[in-house]
């Protein structure tokens, strides 16, 4: 895995090259090349013997992650520790007791799966919460409400029924006159009195 080196880094990928062509090609000592590029002669070996079996791709950062991991705990027993936690909301050291392995393996399992604490895990569903995650703080969520059903005043005839509804439109009515001219009034008074006739 190739990635930047850190500022403070005495050898980089290119001088690292340098280093070992001047042993490789030129035949310097490992001693004399350390000194030039104030390194240890070990280190000065280590990088002339990449660069002898890989090339120029021997310089670059290598990951330090191992490629084996014999003691890795098994899918399986990971399944059944998540599966424990979910469905019984068990701590590592009830779990622990119940398979039979150590607590802090448990504990280890539950933090890289992200359910080591349970305020992360859902009291109903036992899954883990889903949240919103933003790319910087303050951040807004924007929410569109929809008014699907046309509701008019007084509520809808499935609710309080068609008697009802007209008395309650009538009501509401005469209330809803925002203040302005004298023909706004009359005409408003004059639909709610329609409205309690019947037509």
């Given at each position: 895995?190739?990635?930047?080196?850190?500022?403070?880094?005495?050898?980089?990928?290119?001088?690292?090259?340098?280093?070992?062509?001047?042993?490789?090609?030129?035949?310097?000592?490992?001693?004399?090349?350390?000194?030039?590029?104030?390194?240890?002669?070990?280190?000065?070996?280590?990088?002339?013997?990449?660069?002898?079996?890989?090339?120029?791709?021997?310089?670059?950062?290598?990951?330090?992650?191992?490629?084996?991991?014999?003691?890795?705990?098994?899918?399986?027993?990971?399944?059944?520790?998540?599966?424990?936690?979910?469905?019984h909301r068990l701590g590592p050291v009830q779990i622990a007791?119940r398979l039979g392995i150590a607590a802090s393996t448990v504990?280890?399992?539950?933090?890289?799966?992200?359910?080591?604490?349970?305020?992360?895990?859902?009291?109903?569903?036992?899954?883990?919460?889903?949240?919103?995650?933003?790319?910087?703080?303050?951040?807004?969520?924007?929410?569109?409400?929809?008014?699907?059903?046309?509701?008019?005043?007084?509520?809808?005839?499935?609710?309080?029924?068609?008697?009802?509804?007209?008395?309650?439109?009538?009501?509401?009515?005469?209330?809803?006159?925002?203040?302005?001219?004298?023909?706004?009034?009359?005409?408003?008074?004059?639909?709610?009195?329609?409205?309690?006739?019947?037509?």
């Open positions: 895995m190739s990635h930047a080196t850190h500022f403070n880094a005495v050898l980089t990928p290119r001088t690292r090259l340098r280093l070992a062509r001047l042993i490789v090609e030129k035949r310097w000592t490992y001693a004399a090349a350390a000194k030039m590029f104030m390194v240890s002669p070990r280190t000065a070996k280590k990088w002339a013997g990449r660069y002898r079996v890989d090339g120029v791709e021997g310089m670059k950062d290598r990951s330090s992650r191992p490629r084996t991991s014999p003691t890795k705990t098994p899918p399986q027993l990971v399944r059944r520790i998540i599966g424990l936690r979910w469905r007791g504990h280890a399992v539950l933090v890289r799966c992200r359910v080591n604490r349970l305020a992360h895990i859902d009291r109903v569903t036992g899954e883990p919460l889903r949240r919103y995650e933003h790319p910087h703080p303050g951040s807004l969520i924007h929410v569109d409400v929809t008014k699907f059903g046309n509701i008019p005043d007084g509520g809808g005839w499935r609710f309080v029924g068609i008697k009802q509804g007209k008395s309650n439109r009538a009501a509401t009515c005469l209330t809803k006159i925002p203040v302005g001219s004298c023909e706004v009034i009359l005409c408003r008074v004059f639909r709610c009195s329609q409205t309690l006739s019947g037509r």
